[in-house]
């Protein structure tokens, strides 16, 4: 089985009120692969990067045995560029500077062996050019979606036709609200599984996850950390670690669902644990396995047993 | 066994997005009482008014058999007044107006009976006030306390010594991380239970609450409601659910504390879907046993296995 990750590979630039990281890997694609191949020994990325991008970043993939074939170097450009800085609880985020270079014409053309991919984990980019790639794949058993406010203010119309492509859309509390039009997140969630999408998973950070999924919520809770350093590609690893999941369940039900969540969770968790995706390098099954079944101690309520009212 | 609920006794005057409540019976002793009082059968209320109480407001308490001999009534005295008004995804409120009335020289003395309560649960109230009504009863098994950013900012050492005489402090997360100066959740919780608190409880409203106790934690979710009318209320209800499990349960472990923290989830559930108190007086075993167990499938995690990584 295997999952292809379109998105975009980045270069971002660091502000939390406990320090700076300028430059660092970054993107979308980038933390969906780096996070998905833990479960997943067949990874592929599309996606773009300029002349700019260093070997050590390259070879950073590969020894994630994450397939690059799906790579384009345009070496005339610049690779995308992304300055933030972090409010002091983390949870908001300022965007100092965006540099999309060669991002701007992405139009990516897959490798033929790409064509086959099970499952597609589409980034947040241009809802056209997500369109673009599942287009070229020639049987996707499942599709994952993410997407942000700047696609829903700027593209509505493209982005719809991308949702009716949708399995599962997995967006934020805030995205999910100015998509739907509508404050209540629940009410929210049919309205945008109303759009297309079968599944919708709203992420709300530090307040873990919602899963609408059939006629049944899940409500995941968020790890709680004391250090966290940086969330920068959170959600990215999220959706990594749940389809990392789906594809090795190979079932896409609610059951399947709630344990991807709580391993996409799992994986945030260790993301944010360091600046950039460091802490995703260095993982492995016990680690992993360990963190989710934490969830598990997390959330567990004992059982209620009938009781007279006063 | 007993409960003694000591706060506010109020007219809420609350403005939504959905609509106007002139005058609502509100308060936090009143939503504590009015939740407390399906679990236990003696629920003892300590509050003041004053002569534009209305009798028809006396009443509801007394069809909810909530014991009122502590409850003060200034003839000569107006009655706590609040007006607020939510923002259209009423997580956040302004306080448009707060006449303090009869609370402003509030000294309650407590009826001989109400000494021995067991259960002390100190409503948001002037500290020093709270720590009055605590010395007055003779040997409580275990108290809860809530308090509020007014007094963590004009009482700071009052409440600090108020909260050496808690085992249970339930605050909500911008309150927490007033309190602690700590924008981390779950260093402020430890914070705070070097302040007192044995057990720190964190309400995060649609985001359910944290239960730090032991060396455990629990997150509890919020039940996805699509209808909320009114929030006001919700954290006292909340608080007062969880009391009236825990004499109940007669038991202060973490197990008690999960399961009380999902009957108050579940109390606050109900109290939310109507303008003021009217949805907790309408309440009955099997409504809050089908509610609370709903908590159960929405949290529930299922098993998770060993797998190899990629």
């Known amino acids: 089985m295997s999952i ?4 975009t590979v980045a270069f971002d630039s660091i502000e939390t009120p406990f320090g700076n990281a300028p430059r660092v890997l970054g993107g979308s694609a980038s933390y969906l692969s780096l996070a998905a191949q833990y479960f997943c020994p067949d990874v592929r990325l599309v996606g773009i990067v300029g002349g700019d991008f260093p070997e050590e970043y390259v070879q950073l993939f590969r ?3 994450v397939d690059l074939r799906g790579l384009e170097v345009k070496e005339e450009g610049d690779t995308f560029h992304w300055k933030g ?8 985020r300022d965007t100092l500077d965006t540099q999309l270079n060669v991002l701007v014409d992405f139009e990516p053309t897959l490798p033929e062996d790409y064509r086959s991919s099970k499952i597609v984990c589409l980034g ?5 050019v997500q369109r673009h790639v599942l287009e070229q794949v020639d049987d996707p058993e499942y599709v994952l979606c993410d997407t942000m406010n700047y696609w829903i203010e700027h593209t509505p119309d493209s982005l719809r036709e991308t949702l009716t492509l949708v399995d599962c859309l997995v967006v934020n509390d805030s995205e999910a609200r100015e998509l739907a039009d509508e404050p209540n997140l629940v009410r929210a969630a049919s309205i945008i599984r109303d759009m297309g999408p079968e599944t919708v998973i709203i992420k709300k ?3 873990g996850a919602l899963l609408f999924n059939g006629s049944t919520v899940f409500s995941a809770p968020a790890y709680p950390l004391e250090d966290i350093e940086d969330p920068t590609g959170a959600g990215d690893t999220f959706a990594g670690g749940l389809a990392g999941y789906l594809v090795r369940a190979r079932a896409y039900g609610s059951q399947e669902l709630r344990r991807g969540i709580i391993y996409g969770s799992a994986m945030a968790s260790f993301a944010v644990e360091r600046f950039g995706p460091g802490r995703l390098l260095e993982l492995n099954e016990d680690l992993i396995l360990e963190r989710a079944r934490a969830f598990r101690e997390l959330a567990a309520i004992p059982k209620l047993q009938a009781f007279e009212t006063a």
């Open 205 to 207: 950070g530090e307040h």
């Open 4 to 7: 292809l990750t379109v998105g």
């Open 124 to 128: 947040n980019l241009d809802p056209a």
């Open 85 to 92: 800085r972090y409010h002091y609880d983390l949870n908001e």
């Open 63 to 65: 020894d994630s045995n």
